[in-house]
């Protein structure tokens, strides 16, 4: 009877909290699309304040409310009436629904805070990836060097370095050390893997497939979730973009996307122009970075669960 009598109350407790974690959840990603946008073009993340890139009227603060303010702008400058990309509310929104999948993930714990920093860094390289097609060093090696530091205090649920311990040296090093252990396990094991998939891709296909930007980004995902975290990030993240990859390829020749090009090629005697146009459209290119990012995301919420980590314990 006493439990039932506090339970509205302790559901009025976490409503709070989850209102409290969405809210810092928009405004942490306010700063984010900031990091989005300048990081690629080299600008400084501080200075200057929020502006109109054409007319480069300051935003005022009432106007820079997360999500709300794009909404009252009607997603235009109110100065010059530039549109102002979707892309802002969209990351704020988003920051926001995954802190709040983070605490009723992982509740109030110390694990919570390294997730949402991981989320953090997630989220500016996927978006960044999708529209600049690249990873900048600017937040990969720190988001390593951050991954390896936590490590310290909050290991990844990962028990690789433990067994390697036991199996080759016969005892088993002080926790710091085995989280230590298996981050940068899980920071190499990722990376190579992932390389080793490019040489692959690049001797099949006789051109390159990624980046070193994606080597780096797993390097961080590794160093944060450990070997069996980059290998599901990377099991996922391929088999989804191959999957949308196909699916894009195939839409795009549908739909006779550079149809005029092909046609002006089987004038030349190139080639038939279907044939052509199928050889241009298969050479289109979706950032993998994104889908790494989206796969990682899942692993954080499907993988690295509490729940779901003590249910494989005990079977």
Not at 91 to 106: A, D, H, M, N, P
Not at 118 to 138: G, N
């Amino acid at each position: 009877m006493a439990f039932l009598e506090r339970l509205p109350r302790l559901c009025h407790i976490q409503n709070v909290v989850i209102c409290f974690f969405f809210l810092f959840g928009i405004v942490i990603g306010s700063f984010l699309n900031v990091c989005i946008s300048r990081i690629p073009e080299g600008l400084s993340i501080v200075a200057p304040g929020s502006r109109c890139p054409r007319c480069l009227t300051p935003i005022k603060a009432y106007d820079n409310v997360p999500i709300f303010g794009w909404l009252w702008l009607r997603g235009k400058c109110r100065s010059c009436a530039l549109p102002i990309s979707p892309m802002y509310p969209t990351v704020e929104l988003l920051t926001g629904l995954l802190f709040v999948c983070c605490y009723l993930t992982f509740d109030i714990t110390q694990a919570t805070f390294k997730w949402l920093f991981f989320i953090c860094l997630i989220l500016i390289l996927t978006v960044t990836d999708l529209r600049a097609r690249m990873l900048p060093d600017a937040v990969t090696w720190p988001g390593f060097g951050i991954g390896i530091g936590l490590s310290l205090f909050l290991p990844p649920d990962d028990e690789l370095a433990f067994l390697l311990c036991v199996r080759l040296f016969h005892r088993v090093p002080p926790r710091p050390v085995l989280g230590l252990l298996d981050a940068l396990l899980g920071a190499v094991f990722g990376s190579l893997l992932l390389l080793a998939a490019a040489a692959l891709y690049k001797f099949v296909r006789k051109r390159d497939g990624m980046g070193l930007g994606d080597v780096k980004m797993m390097a961080m995902v590794g160093a944060f979730m450990g070997p069996r975290g980059a290998f599901f990030t990377i099991l996922l993240g391929t088999l989804f973009g191959s999957v949308v990859g196909l699916a894009v390829i195939v839409m795009l020749y549908l739909l006779r996307w550079k149809n005029d090009l092909a046609a002006r090629a089987a004038r030349r005697g190139l080639g038939k122009a279907r044939e052509l146009r199928w050889a241009i459209v298969s050479k289109y290119q979706l950032p993998l970075g994104t889908f790494l990012g989206a796969a990682a995301l899942l692993v954080v919420f499907f993988v690295e669960s509490p729940l779901l980590n003590l249910l494989q314990r005990w079977l």
